[in-house]
């Protein structure tokens, strides 16, 4: 009954930035860390940032100095700030969030946002 829900995806020229937006909902008991994929066109899905329950992060060497991952933990969302934006950031997005439910640790992923760079 988790339901992870991505947003904020478009068109940029190089050099631009995009925000992504990630919230879960349903029933979550805790979270114990959520984080950003990408695939791109030929590629497999990579990690690209997370965050975990105690706040540490960590980021794909490609997007380092560019991209920022952020919480609210109040509203069970994730945030990608992506500055400095290249044409090879282009990829469709997806927000996974691992969360304790009562019992159970799941694995949820969000149906994917399109990010394109234009070249």
């Known amino acids: 009954q988790v339901q992870v829900v991505e947003s904020g995806g478009g068109l940029v020229q190089p050099g631009g930035s995009l925000r992504l937006s990630c919230a879960a909902s349903g029933s979550i008991f805790s979270i114990y860390a959520m984080g950003w994929y990408r695939q791109a066109p030929g590629k497999q899905r990579e990690l690209v940032a997370a965050?975990?329950?105690?706040?540490?992060?960590n980021y794909a060497d490609s997007v380092k100095g560019r991209f920022t991952i952020s919480r609210d933990n109040a509203k069970n969302t994730v945030y990608l700030q992506m500055n400095s934006l290249k044409p090879e950031d282009t990829a469709v997005y997806y927000c996974n969030a691992v969360i304790f439910e009562p019992g159970a640790t799941m694995d949820y992923w969000g149906q994917g946002t399109q990010v394109t760079v234009s070249s």
């Open positions: 965050i975990n329950r105690g706040g540490s992060k």
